[in-house]
């Protein structure tokens, strides 16, 4: 145990930093998860497939498409990159703000599809009873849907976590490989076994890796079970 | 109260044109499903945008199709009871009866919880999910809840419905309560013949999407001929009645009606209390003479007023007793074995037993004609 705790400081960075990089991925998607999910599930519109497409394009394509495209639109030079560098003094480009922004783009189609088919299981008469009732389009969705909806928001969140904790390709390509800035956990466990004698390193941090995994599972197991107790429907 | 609609509606190949006026306490909207009932209700509601046509509440327009009005269902103030009950499975049962108040602006709460919650015996639930709650249960709690937003119209949509026959009983008492009591105007949908002769002032009668009667639950429940086929052993008259007094002796009632006096089973009302009795047609024997030796209790002289043909073998036969109509159900062989011609002096024979929960319940209170 004390052999599995005993790492040295790049390498409880490289913790500290998949964590805060996984988690800030999951925050920011968020809103936006939530509101293409609304789209797809009950949007009728044109482009709608389209939508779609983009949104699951991340999936299929290999991470390294995806990273390169991301220092395209999002590096200094991009389009994107240099408007946002400029005006609101927020660059992505080889800090682990690109490395939250290439998780958060991976693990958004996990996202959206969670909580797509949570917002496709609602009961719309209980929302059309809230309007009878005197609430708004947008008291019924934050009093009546939003409710409805936590399980799959919290599998949503939960999965973009764990896809978060694990994307490499994407985060390495776009963001680079630099200890203590961008270098999360499996880009750690990669250099460790790019040096000889790193195969100790390699393990103890793949082993830490499968306990933040586990525990993160375990928790949304927990609050899932919690919230359908409270709604009675197990 | 008034409620006035008129509108005409498409739905693929079926059209809905209906328009009638309403001004009673509780307006039953009674057909056969599949008639557009709960479609009209919907639209009531303001779930349902009519292609065409023209819904006021109280002098409000909430619906004006010429003028572009569509006022949104959120900002009607109008309650809806479904027959799904429809609680919000994420709040208590005090959470969901919260929720409308929530929603009303201050000055116009009329209603209060505590009076509701008493109203509907509704006090040990509070701290309950809705999962946990009978059927009857929770259909009273989706009353509570509609009432809680205090709503200018209350619509009831097939709200026994989904209950079986003891569930129905259990509730009937306490829709009369709320008819009685609260002084908000009900639209009930419903295709009981019972529920609708129970609980009625009025009654508008829906056939295929169009309105095919319409009048005080006494006149329009006559019209046997306009039941639908299912509910037609259903059908009866309607009689407003009170109780005049208990015969203990034999666990009886005894209700004072234009028709003359009616021994019912032992209600559990005051003496003076309005009674509300449906007398369904099957249940009425005719004589042509004061019979004799008869075990049955009730025999009511009157003149026959309508003979029309029933389904099969059977003739229904209008009697007017003391201005009060008693509908009989005979075979067209006992009419003609008796001789029975409009005008004619007979006797309509109902047996005390024929009475039961089904049939007996609270009458309206300024209704009475007795």
């Avoid at chain 1, 076994?193 to 933040?212: F, H, K, N, W």
């Avoid at chain 2, 709320?178 to 639209?187: A, G, N, Q, T």
């Avoid at chain 2, 036969?317 to 011609?341: F, H, Y």
Wanted: proline content about 5%.
């Amino acid at each position: 145990m004390t052999w599995l705790l005993d790492l040295s400081p790049d390498e409880w960075n490289a913790v500290w930093l998949s964590i805060k990089v996984a988690t800030v991925a999951m925050l920011f998607s968020l809103p936006p998860g939530i509101l293409i999910a609304l789209l797809l599930a009950r949007g009728q519109f044109w482009g709608k497939t389209l939508l779609n497409g983009v949104v699951h394009l991340p999936l299929i394509l290999p991470p390294v498409v995806t990273g390169y495209l991301l220092l395209l639109t999002f590096g200094r030079r991009g389009p994107a990159g240099a408007f946002l560098a400029e005006h609101l003094g927020i660059v992505f480009s080889f800090r682990w703000t690109g490395a939250a922004l290439a998780c958060g783009i991976m693990g958004f189609p996990l996202m959206v599809r969670a909580i797509r088919l949570s917002i496709e299981a609602v009961d719309r008469r209980m929302e059309a009873a809230a309007g009878t009732l005197g609430a708004s389009s947008l008291w019924v969705f934050v009093t009546i849907t939003l409710p409805l909806i936590l399980p799959g928001l919290i599998a949503g969140a939960i999965l973009a976590f764990a896809k978060a904790m694990g994307e490499f390709g994407a985060t390495i390509t776009f963001v680079s490989n630099i200890p203590n800035e961008t270098q999360t956990l499996p880009s750690a466990i990669y250099t460790f076994t790019q040096v000889p004698g790193g195969d100790e390193g390699a393990l103890r941090l793949t082993l830490i890796s499968i306990m933040i995994s586990m525990a993160a599972l375990v928790a949304s197991e927990v609050l899932a079970r919690r919230v359908g107790r409270r709604m009675g429907i197990e | 109260m008034s409620v006035l609609v008129d509108i005409s509606h498409r739905l693929g190949d079926f059209a809905i044109d209906a328009r009638f006026e309403s001004g009673g306490r509780l307006m039953a909207l009674f057909g056969p499903s599949g008639s557009g009932k709960t479609t009209l209700i919907n639209m009531i509601a303001g779930l349902i945008r009519p292609g065409k046509g023209r819904i006021e509440v109280d002098g409000r327009v909430l619906v004006d199709s010429g003028a572009g009005i569509f006022v949104p269902k959120h900002k009607r103030r109008i309650g809806m009871v479904f027959q799904d009950a429809r609680l919000f499975p994420h709040m208590s049962v005090a959470g969901n009866l919260r929720y409308g108040r929530w929603f009303t602006p201050p000055g116009e709460r009329y209603a209060d919880m505590d009076t509701v919650v008493d109203l509907l015996g509704i006090g040990s639930l509070l701290d309950r999910g809705p999962a946990k709650l009978s059927g009857g249960e929770k259909q009273r709690v989706a009353i509570g809840r509609a009432l809680l937003a205090s709503p200018k119209l209350l619509l009831m949509d097939e709200p026994l419905a989904s209950l079986d026959e003891a569930r129905k009983a259990e509730i009937l008492p306490y829709i009369e309560r709320l008819r009685d009591e609260m002084k908000i105007p009900i639209v009930y949908v419903s295709h009981s013949v019972a529920e609708v002769s129970r609980l009625a002032s009025d009654v508008v009668m829906m056939a295929q999407g169009k309105v095919v009667a319409g009048g005080p639950t006494e006149a329009v429940m006559q019209r046997l001929d306009l039941l639908p086929a299912e509910e037609r052993s259903e059908g009866g008259a309607v009689l407003d009645a009170r109780v005049l007094r208990h015969d203990d002796s034999f666990g009886m009632s005894v209700l004072a009606s234009a028709a003359g006096e009616i021994r019912v089973p032992r209600l559990a009302m005051k003496a003076g209390a309005p009674v509300r009795i449906r007398i369904r047609a099957r249940d009425v024997m005719i004589a042509t003479q004061q019979p004799t030796g008869l075990s049955a209790l009730n025999i009511l002289p009157g003149t026959i007023v309508a003979i029309g043909r029933g389904e099969g073998p059977t003739v229904d036969i209008a009697i007017d007793c003391n201005g009060a109509t008693v509908l009989a159900r005979i075979t067209e062989q006992s009419r003609q074995m008796l001789k029975l011609q409009l005008g004619g002096h007979v006797f309509a024979v109902v047996k005390t037993v024929s009475f039961d929960r089904a049939n007996t319940g609270a009458g309206l209170p300024s209704d009475i004609h007795g």
